[in-house]
């Protein structure tokens, strides 16, 4: 995997923090106005971190099937735009902690 | 509640079911054994991993929002390819061509609220141009780009900003859309008027034609044209029309005219305290717009009624309404019509329009634009009220972007309309599983927009169906017309599906009686929308057929699109 200069862990979370910011954060980044966050928090009213990448409980199986299942207004992703591979280095970085505040 | 219980309920009550037993369609007129050798040829051009047979990943193409939510009948596709290059999209249309395989194109599959990415027709195969996601050209001096259908508007907007090319877009509501596919299904945005229509702001496209042929239009038709992005027209008939919101070929590339990026930007609001004021109020903002006076959006809002307009409406929809006292919850429960606002709207001070214009341009140059509309409201309209809102010297600074509420207007791509509908803590209701929206076209007039209200939210009401507002103000994205928008929430109740269902149709008929042209709507309605094209005999519907049969003989593209059928299929319904 190129120079072998970057821990492979490190490529995976980067494209997980680049899907992220693709495709995630103008709704869910922690900007109170953002819609998923507005609803994240209506929905667990602090009791969890209404950001996605302030949350520490977020599982493998949580992230899938939001992605590919939706939710509520959420519409699903198409493997044209988050692809397989996309999903799993979402999950890596969504699960990383490395967000967390 | 435990984790596990919430857990359970995010990844299971907001998400679309599968049936366990739910077979994937097959094209319509197509038997097994033609669909699984038109599978194996596509996989041939452009290699398995696009070509999307598998249950779940067909799944990924279905209606986000659709009115059929989880029911039976709900329109499915059979299968998904996505190529990556013309070359790739001309192989795909011949080999669909000679099979008789109907391919429905998307660019981003964000046209939620009118049918996302799902086809007319159940069976037909999803044609996904999300990899086509190149930017061929931006020419900074010119003010122009070139782009493929896959490009969304965030893209565009990273683009510019990454390489500092001061050229503006003009984005939608949600800016992962595609610059091609909202402009080819008549999409609209917030900055000047000659951009914020899409199409019209479009200059020469590519289409794969249903033979397997690539068309350039306008100057494109010449080789090497030098101007392909800069003139519309080119040689004989202008033909681009005819690849807005038809089935007649594959957009593959298309050029769009972009804005310089202003000196200033300026709110100046203009509040009015009469309902009667309507009539004055419209046709001195035709003036002013259709004069150029005003270079922006015409943000038109109703204090009394708590319509937001476009630059409240985000703000709105996180905090929630004001809520009503004692005396405006009596004039709610006993139905009063708009006009009986009047005294409690003047007892309370509160404006009962307001018009937020805004002006781009240099800084002195749009301070004379404000005081001309001040000047001219003054002398026109008693009791009006002048206030500047937000002006910003551009280029903003990332602070001032991200601080945005309505970043549209300032040519900036956001997703926040996405809480129309999402939970929230004001209402105190179920988040909506998303929503269709049908629209009408009204005239410049006042008077048209009150009767417009009056009639259609009736009989809204007649059919069970809660309007948002006591007066539904207008978007105002095209000079000359006014955007009256009917959106109806899609329920996890099919009981409440169904009466959307019965209502919109009956609503598209009722608005077209009074000359209220429907121009878009959901995939579900488009037949109902070209009923009410019934001038001389439906005739411009025919001419849609006429063009059809003629363009795309076989009728592989993207059936039933705007009530644009295939002949055999016309035939076969004619013939029972």
């Known amino acids: ?101 | 509640m435990s984790d596990s219980t919430e857990d359970q309920y995010f990844t299971t009550a907001g998400r679309r079911k599968v049936a366990e037993d739910l077979v994937l369609p097959l094209p319509p007129g197509v038997d097994q054994e033609t669909f699984g050798a038109a599978l194996d040829r596509f996989r041939l051009a452009i290699g398995d991993h696009w070509v999307f047979t598998e249950r779940d990943d067909v799944l990924l193409y279905r209606d986000a929002y659709s009115p059929l939510l989880d029911e039976e009948g709900e329109i499915l596709p059979s299968a998904a390819i996505a190529p990556a290059s013309v070359e790739e999209v001309k192989e795909i249309v011949r080999i669909a061509n000679e099979l008789r395989i109907p391919l429905h194109p998307i660019s981003t599959g964000k046209n939620l609220a009118y049918g996302g990415s799902a086809p007319n027709q159940s069976g037909v195969v999803v044609l996904d141009l999300k990899r086509m996601n190149r930017i061929l050209e931006v020419n900074e001096e010119q003010g122009y780009c070139l782009v493929e259908p896959g490009v969304s508007y965030f893209d565009l907007y990273k683009h510019l900003k990454d390489n500092g090319i001061k050229l503006w877009i003009d984005v939608p509501d949600p800016g992962w859309g595609s610059l091609v596919g909202n402009a080819l299904d008549k999409g609209s945005g917030y900055t000047m008027p000659q951009h914020r229509a899409h199409f019209d702001s479009h200059c020469g496209m590519e289409v794969v034609l249903a033979n397997g042929e690539v068309m350039r239009t306008g100057t494109g038709g010449v080789p090497g044209s030098k101007t392909w992005q800069a003139f519309k027209m080119g040689m004989g008939p202008s033909v681009d029309g005819l690849f807005c919101g038809s089935n007649y070929g594959v957009v593959t590339k298309m050029g769009f005219w972009l804005m310089p990026e202003p000196e200033a930007y300026l709110e100046g609001i203009v509040d009015f305290m009469h309902f009667d004021d309507l009539i004055p109020l419209i046709d001195h903002w035709s003036y002013l717009e259709n004069s150029r006076i005003i270079s922006g959006y015409p943000d038109f809002q109703s204090p009394i009624f708590g319509t937001p307009g476009i630059t409240g409406l985000a703000a709105m929809l996180g905090a929630g309404p004001q809520a009503p006292d004692e005396e405006y919850m009596t004039l709610m429960a006993r139905d009063a019509s708009p006009e009986e606002y009047e005294p409690y709207a003047l007892k309370h001070k509160i404006p009962f329009w307001r018009m937020r214009f805004v002006f781009y341009g240099p800084e002195a140059v749009i301070r004379a634009q404000w005081q001309y509309v001040q000047d001219r409201y003054s002398a026109a309209v008693q009791d009006v009220a002048f206030e500047e809102g937000n002006f910003y010297k551009l280029p903003l600074s990332r602070e001032e972007e991200e601080a945005l509420v309505d970043a549209p207007i300032l040519g900036v791509p956001n997703l926040k309309l996405f809480s129309l509908g999402a939970r929230n803590s004001w209402s105190g209701q179920e988040p909506s599983r998303g929503h269709a929206w049908t629209t009408f076209l009204l005239p410049h007039d006042g008077r048209e927009l009150i009767k417009a209200n009056r009639i259609l939210n009736k009989a809204l009401r007649d059919e069970g169906i809660q309007a948002g507002f006591v007066f539904n103000t207008p978007f105002n994205n095209w000079e000359r017309v006014m955007k009256y928008v009917v959106i109806f929430q899609i329920s996890a109740d099919p009981e409440e599906n169904r009466k959307l269902r019965e209502a919109v149709p009956k609503i598209i008929k009722l608005a077209a009686s009074h000359g209220w042209a429907e121009y878009r709507t959901h995939t579900l309605f488009q037949d109902e929308m070209r009923e009410s094209y019934s001038f001389g005999g439906h005739v411009l519907p025919r001419f849609h057929d006429t063009l059809k049969d003629a363009l795309d003989p076989n009728g592989i593209f993207a059936p039933g699109r705007n009530g644009i059928w295939p002949k055999h299929v016309r035939e076969e319904r004619a013939h029972g």
């Not at chain 1, 995630?24 to 966050?37: E, K």
């Not at chain 1, 199986?61 to 591979?85: A, C, H, Q, W, Y």
């Open chain 1, 1 to 101: 995997m190129g120079n072998g200069r970057t821990n492979p862990s490190e490529d995976i979370l980067a494209r997980g923090k680049a899907v992220y910011e693709k495709w995630c954060a103008h709704a869910h980044a922690p900007q109170h106005d953002n819609p998923g966050t507005q609803a994240l928090q209506a929905k667990y009213q602090g009791s969890k971190p209404a950001a996605l990448i302030h949350r520490t409980d977020l599982t493998p199986e949580l992230i899938r099937d939001s992605v590919r299942g939706g939710n509520t207004i959420m519409p699903f992703f198409r493997k044209t735009e988050i692809s397989d591979e996309d999903l799993d280095a979402l999950i890596v970085f969504l699960t990383s902690g490395s967000g967390a505040a």
